[in-house]
């Protein structure tokens, strides 16, 4: 009996601590960030529980350097960012941890984050060393972002439909500029064009009208003149000359939160095959998946029929903001472009390693039931918890970087030189208008760099963008 309850009073724990997702997890810090509330949100992960577990680190890291950089505070969020780097760059697998996680679940796992977080984190270190001007910096970063790109799609095989980043190349031409290096910015500017036009189907981003502006402007400024008149009948567009008497404002909006994981399942019927072999099968969505189990664990298994497993998905949060432009006196004086839609690229990234996550979950449903076999045979109550506690606690790992914004947008604009007052209009979804004054200094010749963040959204909503009741408090 001591046995059982051993059992039992573990089992329990554990239930209770894997059935909460992240996001549940994360309540306190979300409702501030909800709230607008930045200070209370840096405040609370101050508190050194938020970097416990260990296995979540990365998302501490993430989740405070986002926040400093909310805050304005660049140069420390910076050095959370570089925390992350570092640690995803070191990340080796506890193969302690990940055992016990093909026991009862993957959120028991040291999270190394998904390839997309991996690659966004040098977006937040570039635009937080453009504010502060550092250029030569952000540069490194835009080119590490790119590294780190290659790496992931090499690792993949290039099989990857996420496998180029055109907002990376598009961002690097931007800090090439702001360095006057306009050979290299038209280099990056053309790489990005291509890129968008090549591998962004499918990533709801359409090639952005201010990169074939850029594009254009750093061929003029390079002195391709071919290749002006090349891109000028590609576009059909003409070059627009620029004021050398004036500067430019880029400003990126990062509209809403991206989305959150949840999870789904599927059940499987288990059909015996010769030689030790069983075929997980779902007729349905037209999947099967086989494995050696050999002939004891295939009699154990094949008694059951049917199995659940559990693998993430993601929930999209619905951006309050439709659109946004930049006014002064006379009107509308610029537009801003999706130039990264992270939701998108997010669904996209799961898709890539889809089969291998329903792949682990039915290996680790085959191991949990081989293992309550085993305990039936010892202790025929221990092996009936131990079934319970299996079906329980098949839960998919539902952690993410639940601080990214929805879309990443841009718009560049020509300033007169010294301080410029400008409005920022940002439209909701029924045609409400917030209006958000700034005031620019403007130096002749040079670009300014600015971003901006709305936190809001508006409910939930699956990937096809139909609203859900998705109630997790």
Same mark, same amino acid.
């Not at 306190?28 to 260990?54: S, V």
């Not at 055109?166 to 031409?173: E, I, S």
């Not at 952005?208 to 567009?237: C, H, S, W």
């Given at each position: 009996?001591?046995?059982?309850?051993?059992?039992?009073?573990?089992?329990? +724990?554990? &239930?209770?601590?894997?059935?909460?997702? #992240?996001?549940? !997890? *994360?309540?306190?810090?979300?409702? $501030?960030?909800?709230?607008?509330?930045?200070?209370?949100?840096?405040?609370?992960?101050?508190?050194?529980?938020?970097?416990?577990?260990?296995?979540?680190?990365?998302?501490?890291?993430?989740?405070?350097?986002?926040?400093?950089?909310?805050?304005?505070?660049?140069?420390?969020?910076?050095?959370?960012?570089?925390?992350?780097?570092?640690?995803?760059?070191?990340?080796?697998?506890?193969?302690?941890?990940?055992?016990?996680?093909?026991?009862?679940?993957?959120?028991?796992?040291?999270?190394?984050?998904?390839?997309?977080?991996?690659?966004?984190?040098?977006?937040?270190?570039?635009?937080?060393?453009?504010?502060?001007?550092?250029?030569?910096?952000?540069?490194?970063?835009?080119?590490?972002?790119? +590294?780190? &790109?290659?790496?992931?799609?090499?690792? #993949?095989?290039? !099989? *990857?439909?996420?496998?180029?980043? $055109?907002?990376?190349?598009?961002?690097?031409?931007?800090?090439?500029?702001?360095?006057?290096?306009?050979?290299?910015?038209?280099?990056?500017?053309?790489?990005?064009?291509?890129?968008?036009?090549?591998?962004?189907?499918?990533?709801?981003?359409?090639?952005?009208?201010?990169?074939?502006?850029?594009?254009?402007?750093?061929?003029?400024?390079?002195?391709?003149?071919?290749?002006?008149?090349?891109?000028?009948?590609?576009?059909?567009?003409?070059?627009?000359?620029?004021?050398?008497?004036?500067?430019?404002?880029?400003?990126?909006?990062?509209?809403?939160?991206?989305?959150?994981?949840?999870?789904?399942?599927?059940?499987?019927?288990?059909?015996?095959?010769?030689?030790?072999?069983?075929?997980?099968?779902?007729?349905?969505?037209?999947?099967?998946?086989?494995?050696?189990?050999?002939?004891?664990?295939?009699?154990?298994?094949?008694?059951?029929?049917?199995?659940?497993?559990?693998?993430?998905?993601?929930?999209?949060?619905?951006?309050?903001?439709?659109?946004?432009?930049?006014?002064?006196?006379?009107?509308?004086?610029?537009?801003?472009?999706?130039?990264?839609?992270?939701?998108?690229?997010?669904?996209?990234?799961?898709?890539?390693?889809?089969?291998?996550?329903?792949?682990?979950?039915?290996?680790?449903?085959?191991?949990?039931?081989?293992?309550?076999?085993?305990?039936?045979?010892?202790?025929?109550?221990?092996?009936?918890?131990?079934?319970?506690?299996?079906?329980?606690?098949?839960?998919?790992?539902?952690?993410?970087?639940?601080?990214?914004?929805?879309?990443?947008?841009?718009?560049?604009?020509?300033?007169?030189?010294?301080?410029?007052?400008?409005?920022?209009?940002?439209?909701?979804?029924?045609?409400?208008?917030?209006?958000?004054?700034?005031?620019?200094?403007?130096?002749?010749?040079?670009?300014?760099?600015?971003?901006?963040?709305?936190?809001?959204?508006?409910?939930?909503?699956?990937?096809?963008?139909?609203?859900?009741?998705?109630?997790?408090?």
């Amino acid at each position: 009996m001591k046995l059982l309850q051993k059992i039992w009073l573990g089992s329990l +724990l554990l &239930m209770v601590s894997s059935c909460a997702t #992240y996001y549940q !997890k *994360n309540y306190d810090l979300m409702q $501030a960030i909800y709230n607008g509330n930045l200070d209370n949100a840096e405040q609370l992960l101050t508190d050194k529980k938020w970097q416990k577990p260990n296995r979540n680190i990365l998302l501490y890291y993430f989740n405070k350097g986002t926040v400093l950089s909310l805050n304005g505070k660049f140069s420390e969020s910076n050095q959370y960012f570089q925390q992350a780097d570092y640690y995803i760059e070191d990340f080796h697998k506890n193969y302690a941890r990940s055992f016990v996680g093909l026991l009862t679940n993957p959120g028991y796992t040291t999270y190394a984050g998904e390839s997309f977080e991996q690659i966004l984190l040098h977006y937040y270190t570039t635009i937080n060393y453009l504010q502060m001007g550092n250029y030569e910096s952000a540069l490194v970063e835009c080119k590490r972002m790119q +590294l780190k &790109m290659q790496k992931i799609t090499d690792l #993949y095989g290039g !099989k *990857n439909k996420y496998s180029k980043d $055109a907002f990376c190349l598009n961002l690097m031409g931007m800090v090439y500029e702001g360095l006057k290096d306009y050979n290299n910015a038209f280099i990056s500017f053309k790489n990005a064009y291509e890129t968008y036009k090549a591998d962004y189907v499918g990533l709801d981003t359409k090639i952005p009208i201010q990169l074939k502006k850029d594009l254009l402007r750093t061929a003029y400024l390079t002195g391709f003149n071919d290749q002006v008149e090349y891109y000028q009948k590609e576009f059909e567009m003409k070059l627009e000359i620029p004021n050398k008497d004036r500067g430019s404002l880029v400003f990126f909006w990062n509209n809403g939160l991206g989305p959150v994981k949840d999870q789904n399942s599927i059940t499987f019927t288990i059909m015996p095959m010769g030689g030790g072999m069983v075929n997980f099968v779902n007729p349905e969505l037209g999947m099967q998946f086989q494995f050696f189990v050999g002939d004891d664990d295939k009699k154990s298994l094949t008694s059951l029929r049917f199995v659940r497993i559990a693998f993430p998905k993601y929930v999209s949060r619905v951006p309050y903001y439709a659109n946004a432009s930049i006014l002064d006196t006379t009107g509308i004086i610029g537009q801003f472009e999706k130039a990264e839609d992270i939701n998108a690229i997010a669904y996209k990234s799961l898709d890539d390693r889809m089969a291998k996550e329903i792949g682990e979950a039915i290996l680790r449903v085959a191991i949990k039931q081989a293992a309550e076999q085993l305990a039936r045979k010892e202790n025929q109550g221990a092996g009936m918890i131990l079934g319970i506690v299996n079906a329980l606690t098949e839960q998919a790992d539902t952690r993410n970087w639940q601080l990214l914004p929805n879309t990443i947008n841009y718009t560049r604009i020509e300033l007169p030189e010294g301080e410029n007052k400008l409005d920022l209009s940002l439209k909701t979804y029924k045609g409400l208008e917030n209006k958000i004054p700034f005031c620019f200094n403007i130096k002749k010749g040079n670009v300014l760099y600015h971003s901006l963040n709305t936190l809001e959204f508006n409910g939930y909503s699956d990937r096809s963008g139909n609203l859900i009741n998705f109630s997790q408090w």
